[in-house]
């Protein structure tokens, strides 16, 4: 059986556990104190252009939602996200349980726009009996595959500051927006278009750590306080410098989220050759096709994925995902099968 349910079945890339391995001994001081994090961490600056930003190493991208979201909002503000964006859909009410609510769009791309925005902030007009919309959530790639340009970025990144509103991208699968094929933005556009995001290590193989940026200097004044008390501070803080400072040498982040992108295209041409749809238009390494149900049980035979939704005409749309690890093999196998049971 192998796994095309996720993107993080695997351990982390031989790189970092052997780097890992030879720092293993060596004395560091501790909460990301250590020579390893400063390093990972100018890195990060050098890359987006932004020497001012503030860097952060965390566990895990529910806990970095989590923790941004609750020390940027004041008690009575609130967050706008798409009704698919994980913090709605997949972080078992995470962030409601610090206070705050989620105010959910309709989205059949997964992406805001700002129009979205705008009826939100007419809908919740009537101070001070309602909460304040104060945080746009987005997603880079989103949970359903697809990805922001620049342009998209540009429009809603100049219509958030126009409403003196914070806008906050989760980029626990960055990585694979960026590589995509019709991709234009850069970790610097990114920067420059957000007043937070962070970068996914987790699903692209590292162990595990997500990198928190902070964009502006001014909101961040505190955020080390936050991040002790909501136990996110790391006394090895190192286990996480280490692996980005290993990601970014020598473009490892970006080799590894092009070729989880280049296994799932691989897959998708076939299927898009057989003459079968997809729920969404993808280019990252998440696909949503819809396959007859009698195909898809056949593959569960030796494939693991999810049934993302039932469809009528007693078909389905799955999801598979592939990972930095994905085994071509083993692709050309599953390919071989989609073909014979399509």
Known sequence: MYSFKNDYSEGAHPAILQRLMDTNQVQ???YGEDAYSSEAKQQIKNIIGNQQAEIYFVSGGTQTNLLVISYLLRPHEAIISAKTGHIY??????IEATGHRIIPVDS???KLKPADIEQVLADYSLRPHVVKPKLVYISNSTEIGTHYSKTELTELSAYCQSKNL???LDGARLGHALMAKDN????ADVSKLTDVFYIGGTKNGALLGEAIVFNRTDIATEFDYHLKQKGALLAKGRVIGIQFLELFKDDLYFS????ANAMAMKIAKVIENKGYTFLTQSSTNQLFPILPNDAIAKLTAHYDFYVWKPLENNCSAIRILTSWNTDEEVVDQFIEELEEYL
Do not use: I, P, R
């Open 28 to 30: 560091q001081d501790g």
């Open 184 to 187: 234009d933005l850069t970790l």
């Open 89 to 94: 859909a997949n972080e078992t009410g995470a």
């Open 108 to 110: 059949l791309d997964g």
């Open 256 to 259: 590894l989220a092009t070729h």
């Open 166 to 168: 914070f806008l906050f």
